[in-house]
């Protein structure tokens, strides 16, 4: 008999709670400062992890921010003063390492969002935000109930709505302002 909804859901959110007891209380901090430093932000992940971003990069906008989605035709270069954010759960991806390569190489600085803080994409950021959560790397054993790597997945979306929130803060915007910036193209 398989289980039900709620027993699912409750080991679920305690998975998640978990990763966040792992984490130091200011592991948020040098993305935030990281973010309040740059004049322009670029936001790229594979996957899940990209839609991840993909929301992160709209709540940066919610802020006021100058914040954009790699890929996008509307995306602008990078320089210095700026900021690329990636995510590489599992230490690395391809594509990350070159666009990681890339920023640095125009004069951004270079942040990476991973549960493997050891891996390569973190050797070459200058910011790194630990999230230890099981990936797809790491997901064969049954380690987690949710399936692959969703738990760094929801880690991730929960992570990012606590870094806007500590982020509105700092900026002094409000629900408000926030909802002001939201699209009305929906």
Same mark, same amino acid.
């Given at each position: 008999?398989?289980?039900?909804?709620?027993?699912?859901?409750?080991?679920?959110?305690?998975?998640?709670?978990?990763?966040?007891?792992?984490?130091?209380?200011?592991?948020?901090?040098?993305?935030?400062?990281?973010?309040?430093?740059?004049?322009?932000?670029?936001?790229? !992940?594979?996957?899940?992890?990209?839609?991840?971003?993909?929301?992160?990069?709209?709540?940066?906008?919610?802020?006021?921010?100058?914040?954009?989605?790699?890929?996008?035709?509307?995306?602008?270069?990078?320089?210095?003063?700026?900021?690329?954010?990636?995510?590489?759960?599992? !230490?690395?991806?391809?594509?990350?390492?070159?666009?990681?390569?890339?920023?640095?190489?125009?004069?951004?600085?270079?942040?990476?969002?991973?549960?493997?803080?050891?891996?390569?994409?973190?050797?070459?950021?200058?910011?790194?935000?630990?999230?230890?959560?099981?990936?797809?790397?790491?997901?064969?054993?049954?380690?987690?109930?949710?399936?692959?790597?969703?738990?760094?997945?929801?880690?991730?979306?929960?992570?990012?709505?606590?870094?806007?929130?500590?982020?509105?803060?700092?900026?002094?915007?409000?629900?408000?302002?926030?909802?002001?910036?939201?699209?009305?193209?929906?």
């Amino acid at each position: 008999m398989s289980e039900s909804l709620k027993s699912l859901a409750d080991r679920a959110l305690a998975e998640v709670a978990a990763v966040f007891a792992r984490m130091p209380e200011d592991a948020a901090d040098p993305l935030i400062a990281a973010i309040l430093g740059a004049k322009r932000i670029a936001l790229y !992940g594979v996957g899940r992890e990209g839609l991840q971003m993909k929301g992160f990069a709209m709540r940066l906008f919610h802020l006021g921010l100058d914040a954009h989605v790699v890929g996008d035709m509307t995306t602008p270069p990078l320089g210095a003063g700026d900021l690329l954010i990636t995510s590489a759960g599992p !230490g690395a991806f391809s594509t990350v390492l070159a666009l990681l390569g890339v920023a640095r190489g125009a004069g951004a600085r270079t942040a990476v969002i991973t549960a493997q803080p050891q891996g390569e994409a973190a050797r070459i950021a200058d910011v790194v935000t630990h999230l230890p959560a099981q990936t797809m790397a790491d997901d064969r054993g049954g380690a987690s109930v949710l399936p692959m790597g969703s738990l760094y997945e929801t880690t991730q979306m929960v992570f990012f709505e606590l870094v806007i929130l500590a982020l509105r803060d700092r900026l002094g915007e409000t629900a408000e302002s926030m909802r002001a910036r939201h699209t009305n193209l929906e």
